[in-house]
């Protein structure tokens, strides 16, 4: 029994197929199955059922890759600690972070990341909270940027900071003549959203405590895809969005002036880095994690926490 025997299983297993396997790890389908079936033979047990198509594991073979995990695990966390003791930090690390969050708070850390980090390769992709949790599981991804709580089996949640939700509004709506905004001043039938699948659409929703009415009275019916693209069809309509605080970072004036300030106190989401209970690359997570500490403005990272909005 090898490692790079336990590494194939896992692959497969998170693939659940030979192929793909063998591609995400570099090697011809044939190597990979040959190893596979020397594994097998040598444990005397079927790891994977090849007539079920994807591929799955075998109830023992299940309990295989699950000890492969924790054996693997272990031994990434020794050679983890041997380079900490020679003060070498190398690597790779595999980020997911949801669409609200990435063209705010990417710009922020990448850059002095790499730069304080040049031996570390970040490898990031913008996916949605679901689909963020999915590949923790499966361990495609190293670790995710999103926003909590999420109350998932399995997943740990480190809260990096809160950000304020303000309202951006149209100077054509009437809340635009008010100083703060309640919830019940919001028309849900002026309110645009982001489209579903986005965890900061249902904040929205839970914030004004609503379900948005259908305009039957309109000709005209759209919900977005990014926050950018609200704040566009705000300005240029008579309706009313929710953005989060990272979003009005570098505002010109004249969009400044469209922001309205909830009552106190003022609702917010909470931001966090969150990883599988089994992940490694621990001193890699936590040095990603202060620097995206470090660089985040200092108003939010005072933002304190009496109404966090829930996802």
Known sequence: MTFVQLEYIIAVDTWRHFAKAAEQCFITQPTLSMQI????????????????QPVVPTETGAEIIELARVILAGRNNLLETI????????????????????????????????KKYPEVRLVVHE?????IISRLREGKIDA????????????????????????YVSRKNEVYEKTYVLPQDIDPN???LLEEGHCFRSQIVNLC?????????????????????????????DGITIIPELATLDMPLKQTQLIRHFKKPPPMREVSLVVHRNFVKKKLIDVLRQEILHTVPEKIRKNKTPNVVPV
């Open 209 to 237: 405590e609503l379900r948005k009415m259908s305009r039957e009275s309109s000709h005209f019916d759209y919900e977005a895809g990014s926050i950018e693209t609200l704040r566009r069809m705000v300005e240029m309509n």
């Open 190 to 192: 002026k309110l645009w």
């Open 37 to 52: 079936q020397k594994l097998e033979e040598e444990l005397d047990v079927k790891i994977f059922d090849r007539s079920k």
């Open 83 to 114: 380079q900490d003791k020679k003060g070498i930090l190398t690597g790779e690390l595999r980020i997911g972070i949801i669409p609200t969050l990435a063209p705010y708070l990417l710009p922020l850390f990448i850059q002095p990341f790499t």
């Open 127 to 131: 996916m949605m909270t679901e689909l």
């Open 144 to 167: 995710g940027i999103l926003v909590t709580p999420l109350q998932e089996a399995g997943i740990k949640e480190y809260v990096l900071f809160y950000e304020e939700l303000m309202a």
